[in-house]
């Protein structure tokens, strides 16, 4: 072959070499966009089969591994968010407490502590602080399923000091936080759905599952019969009061960390504990301890976040209210933004696992999503929701917000629909 020849092979074979190179860093470039493509008709393909493909259904999802935006459905539409709207209220709560925190509950008597024969002269006061745990040792082992504030250890408490007698009654402080037993706007209803708030409660104002009007006059009472079952003789009856000055600190009790407190109500998702976080953030964050004060400080904490502030209305901590009102991307945008922050592995922790426990623990069972996504679920009668995190099947890590509202809304429909969402993107490979 001549040398003209031989450099003309040559020539050619770089130039196959180049197209074959060109090819291949093409496909590859093609390969995730063909991904998300194909996950954006199956996302369509998912709410068209069950009906759900209409204005009142909003679902974003975002790539945190590549930080890509892979599917979008009236993400900016402002709708109820249900449960959702826990959270903010959990999210907020860790942010400007700490996941750490404690909330305490302090024993006061009006004069000093007992004489030498272990008298009280003068009543005793319970000062609540908005603790939404304090409880029976009862309550905890049935209903919360963590150990936390007992009212048994006042009693215990006294006992240690010595006291035989109170010469006086027992009072109970709960100006704390307003005296709104419920959040103005929520259904008659919803008395079933959430305990009477006051900064001073017991059992979550539901002994044995029934609702007391007045749940600090209950902590009175129950401690006044607790101390009397003791040997401890109390001479005065249990009223509302206030901590005098001047008075002695006796006894304060703490509750479990917050991260437990949030834990619970995530997984069951609990309105009153969300009740009572918000009205605490009002009062040492806001304004005061009222619901309103809560949702302010709620609403400066998604905008520190990059959460655009028109798509956002909170009316309570819960999700209760039928006026609340996010957008899926708002809801994404929160998510996001808390995987940036030091105490992320503890927040996701509190949210239900699919197919293990919380309010998912029966859905998504036998799907690449068990044990693997994790959300908040939402249910009211016009909406369902669920937001949260969950793996692909190529390890990227998604954040996803559905919120299906309608007064039609068929409840178990969306329920399916959002299970199909779920799976669906716990198996793509975006």
């Given at each position: ?231 401890i003789t109390v001479t005065g009856g249990a ?20 991260r437990r407190i949030v834990r619970h109500m ?165």
């Amino acid at each position: 072959m001549s040398s003209r020849n031989a450099a003309a092979v040559r020539a050619f074979r770089c130039w196959v070499a180049a197209a074959l190179l060109a090819l291949f860093v093409g496909a590859s470039a093609l390969a995730p966009a063909a991904a998300r493509a194909d996950l954006r008709s199956s996302l369509d393909h998912v709410l068209v089969r069950y009906h759900l493909a209409q204005p009142g259904t909003a679902v974003r999802v975002w790539n945190l591994d590549t930080g890509k935006h892979l599917y979008g459905r009236n993400g900016h539409t402002l709708l109820v968010p249900a449960s959702n709207q826990k959270l903010v209220t959990s999210a907020t709560a860790f942010a400007r407490w700490g996941v750490e925190h404690r909330f305490r509950t302090e024993l006061w008597s009006v004069r000093s502590g007992p004489d030498a024969s272990g008298v009280l002269h003068g009543s005793i006061i319970v000062k609540g602080y908005g603790d939404p745990s304090l409880s029976s040792t009862r309550f905890q082992r049935r209903v919360l399923g963590y150990a936390t504030s007992d009212i048994a250890h006042f009693v215990r408490a006294l006992q240690r000091r010595g006291v035989t007698a109170i010469r006086g009654r027992v009072l109970a402080d709960e100006s704390y936080f307003d005296n709104a037993r419920t959040v103005a706007g929520w259904k008659a209803s919803f008395v079933a759905e959430c305990g009477p708030l006051s900064a001073l409660s017991l059992d979550q104002g539901t002994p044995g599952g029934r609702r007391v009007a007045e749940p600090a006059v209950y902590v009175a009472n129950e401690l006044r019969t607790r101390l009397i079952a003791a040997g401890i003789t109390v001479t005065g009856g249990a009223r509302l009061g206030a901590v005098p000055e001047g008075a002695t600190l006796l006894h304060t009790e703490y509750s479990a960390p917050l991260r437990r407190i949030v834990r619970h109500m995530n997984k069951r998702s609990d309105n009153f504990t969300a009740e009572m976080l918000i009205k605490g953030l009002g009062k040492e964050f806001g304004r005061g301890g009222t619901t309103t004060a809560g949702a302010v400080v709620e609403r400066a904490f998604l905008v520190d976040c990059g959460v655009d502030v028109a798509e956002v209305r909170l009316r309570d901590g819960s999700g209760l209210h039928y006026r609340n009102r996010l957008s899926a991307a708002a809801v994404a945008r929160l998510l996001r933004e808390l995987t940036t922050r030091e105490d992320f592995s503890v927040y996701q922790a509190t949210l239900p696992l699919a197919g293990v426990d919380g309010t998912l623990r029966w859905r998504m069972r036998d799907t690449p999503a068990a044990g693997n996504l994790r959300g908040k679920t939402g249910t009211l009668s016009i909406a369902s929701s669920l937001s949260g995190y969950v793996t692909t099947a190529n390890g990227q890590k998604l954040v996803f917000s559905v919120l299906m509202n309608g007064s039609s809304l068929d409840i178990a429909t969306a329920r399916r629909a959002q299970d199909a969402i779920g799976a669906l993107l716990a198996r793509s490979r975006p």
